[in-house]
C-alpha cells in the first residue's frame, strides 16, 4: 500500500467515484465532486498525527464522502424536479457510503465527533437560511465557516485534543477557502464586500506563511498559496478598479 504521504488527490478521488458510482446519477450528471481543499488540509492533520496508511486512507475517503453528500444536499434548492430529487438521494448515497466506509475503521469515538460536526453543520445551514435575506458579512462568514469547517476541526480535536494550535490555522484557512468559492460562484461576493474579501484573504495568507515558518500544517502550505493567489490577484484588480482600496 502507497504510504499516506504519497497518496494524491486523484487516487482519492477515484477510489471516492468507485463508492459513488451510480448509472442513473451517471447518466444525468448528478454526481458528487471530491473536494481538493477539504483532502489536503485532512490529510495533512492525519501524517501530523502519524495515523497508519490504512487507517488514514480509510478516514480520508470517509470524511470526503460525509463532505460531499452534505454539499451536494446544499444544491437541492438550485434544481428542479428529477434533478432536485436525484440530488438529495445522491446525498443520502454518499452518506451512506461514509457509514460504511468509517465502520471498517471501527473507531466509535471519531464517528461520535463526525456525527456531532454535522449536527453543528445543519444547524448552521437552518440559520443561514432563516436570516439568508439579509445577513451582516461577519455573521454569514461564520456561518459558513461552520458549514465547510466543521468536519475538519472534529477531525484535527479527534486526533490532537490540545487542538488549540490546529483550530485557528483551520479556520483562517476555511475562511479563505470560502472566500474563493464566493468569488467563482459570483466573482463579486453577495453578503460581504470586496474589501471584507481581501481582508479575509489577506489574513488566510499571513497565517500560511506563519504555518511556513513553524511547520505546524507545512504540508498544505505550497498548495493553499496556489489555490488562492488567483483569487488574491482578482480582487486586487477589482477592488483597484472600483477605488476600495
Known amino acids: 500500500m502507497v504510504p499516506l504521504e504519497l497518496v494524491t ?8 467515484k468507485q463508492h459513488t458510482y451510480h448509472n442513473q446519477l451517471h ?23 502519524q495515523v497508519s496508511t490504512r487507517v488514514g486512507i480509510d478516514v480520508l475517503e470517509a470524511l470526503l464522502l460525509l463532505q460531499q453528500g452534505l454539499s451536494l444536499h446544499d444544491r437541492v434548492e438550485d434544481e428542479l424536479g428529477l434533478r432536485r430529487q436525484l440530488h438529495v438521494l445522491a ?14 475503521v471501527a473507531n466509535e469515538e ?34 459558513l465557516e461552520v458549514i465547510e469547517g466543521e468536519l475538519l476541526l472534529a477531525l484535527a480535536h479527534h486526533y490532537f485534543r490540545d487542538s488549540s494550535a490546529w483550530a485557528p490555522q483551520i479556520r483562517s484557512l476555511v475562511r479563505a477557502h470560502i472566500v474563493k468559492k464566493e468569488m467563482v460562484a459570483r466573482r463579486v461576493p453577495k453578503y460581504f464586500t470586496l474589501r471584507q474579501a481581501y481582508d479575509w484573504l489577506t489574513d488566510a495568507m499571513d497565517g500560511i506563511l506563519h504555518i511556513q515558518a513553524n511547520a505546524v500544517l507545512e504540508p498544505i502550505s ?9 483569487t488574491q490577484k ?9 477605488g476600495n482600496r
Do not use: W
Open 27 to 49: 447518466r444525468t450528471n448528478v454526481g458528487p465532486h471530491t473536494s481538493r481543499f477539504h483532502f489536503e488540509v485532512a490529510k495533512t492533520i492525519l501524517q501530523t498525527a
Open 9 to 16: 488527490f486523484d487516487d482519492l478521488d477515484q477510489r471516492i
Open 110 to 143: 471519531l464517528l461520535m465527533e463526525l456525527c456531532q460536526a454535522v449536527m453543528k453543520v445543519n444547524e448552521a445551514k437552518m440559520t443561514l437560511y432563516k436570516v439568508s435575506a439579509s445577513p451582516s458579512p461577519n455573521g454569514y462568514m461564520d456561518l
Open 222 to 230: 505550497s498548495f493553499i498559496m496556489d489555490y488562492l493567489r488567483p
Open 91 to 104: 446525498g443520502d448515497y454518499c452518506s451512506g457510503q461514509y457509514y460504511r466506509v468509517l465502520a471498517g
Open 234 to 242: 482578482y480582487i486586487e484588480t477589482q477592488a483597484y478598479a472600483e
